[in-house]
């Protein structure tokens, strides 16, 4: 048997001196090395050796199987690099899947087309904030409880007094005075972005979303005409009757402050996890513009006044694509981001 292995070693190896395309050698390596191939059936036999020769064969077996197995790869080698030097440049050339917006993309872009047509400007800002726009100027001082409101990512920096004062932004409201000192009044203004906190995360929570907060500051405004832009919002995100409820709330750079709910359009107001098994959802928080946020932009609240607001795009999006669960757009999962 030891003989005709070394044949057929042999008669291999010459055949593949003389091997000129890539094709022809993987012919060649399923005649001899493929499953019923002849050096397969020559290895067959060992089974009716004696233990001392199936050492000895398998060893030498094994051996010629490994040189044989090398010059093959030593080869295929060659051809692809070969074979890769050369481009048809007349071929078509390879197909591209379409990319696609991702869904809060989407939401975003067509609440910035309503809010342009009404006479918004569009501005951004840096999501790593200082203390002062994200939190002091908004009517939040340092140590005031109110902070205790945001779970927030403070970043190793101190100030003089040995205060963090940089944060991953909580809440684009950090915008808001930005925008008024460097604008001045009347303004209308909508900030969309990214935000961050330490949340707990869940079906309606996650400690990176993103949201749109808008304001309009002049004379003479009030409430309602909040409440009736939100309205006008709402009937183009959601063509026909979607139910809204108002309530009181506590935000500290308003007053007074109030939310606006909409019947959870996920379990038609039913009940789920959600909007927390109540049936509604917190879409669009907001109020009177704080006199001493005005201050703080270097406006006077006796001659100025205004109304702020925020959209919860993440939830928004939530809403009218009918995702149960938050997490699902942070996940990067093709199978659900190709739905849209």
């Not at 064969?57 to 010059?71: C, D, H, L, M």
């Not at 939190?135 to 003089?160: G, S, W």
């Not at 703080?296 to 995702?323: C, H, S």
Request: with cysteine; glycine share 8%; aromatic share 8%.
């Amino acid at each position: 048997m030891k003989k005709e292995l070394e044949k057929i070693k042999k008669e291999i190896l010459d055949e593949l001196e003389n091997i000129k395309s890539g094709q022809a050698l993987e012919d060649l390596e399923i005649k001899f090395l493929g499953r019923k191939g002849e050096l397969n059936n020559i290895l067959k036999k060992i089974k009716d050796l004696s233990n001392d020769q199936k050492k000895e064969i398998g060893r030498f077996a094994n051996q010629v199987k490994s040189e044989i197995t090398e010059r093959i790869e030593e080869l295929k080698g060659a051809f692809e690099k070969k074979e890769d030097s050369f481009v048809d440049v007349t071929l078509p050339g390879k197909k591209i899947k379409p990319g696609r917006l991702h869904p809060i993309t989407q939401i975003q872009r067509e609440l910035e087309d309503i809010f342009s047509s009404m006479g918004f400007m569009i501005m951004e800002g840096p999501e790593l904030e200082s203390d002062y726009y994200n939190f002091e100027v908004l009517n939040i001082p340092k140590d005031h409880p109110a902070r205790d409101m945001q779970d927030t990512f403070f970043i190793d920096k101190k100030d003089k007094d040995g205060r963090y004062d940089t944060v991953m932004r909580t809440q684009v409201t950090s915008i808001q005075v930005r925008a008024i000192e460097k604008y001045g009044a009347p303004l209308r203004c909508i900030m969309p972005g990214r935000v961050f906190r330490a949340e707990d995360i869940d079906a309606c929570h996650e400690h990176t979303f993103y949201q749109m907060d808008g304001f309009m500051v002049g004379k003479n405004l009030s409430v309602a005409n909040m409440i009736t832009l939100m309205k006008e919002v709402l009937a183009k995100i959601f063509p026909g009757e979607l139910k809204m409820r108002t309530r009181p709330g506590y935000f500290p750079f308003v007053e007074p402050g109030i939310e606006i709910d909409v019947s959870c359009t996920i379990c038609g107001g039913q009940g789920c996890s959600a909007c927390k098994n109540s049936g509604w959802l917190e879409i669009f928080p907001g109020g009177m513009i704080h006199p001493n946020v005005l201050k703080a932009a270097g406006l006077d609240p006796e001659e100025y006044n205004g109304f702020a607001f925020d959209i919860g795009v993440t939830r928004l999006a939530m809403m009218k694509y009918g995702v149960d669960n938050i997490r699902l757009f942070n996940s990067g999962d093709l199978r659900f981001l190709e739905q849209f």
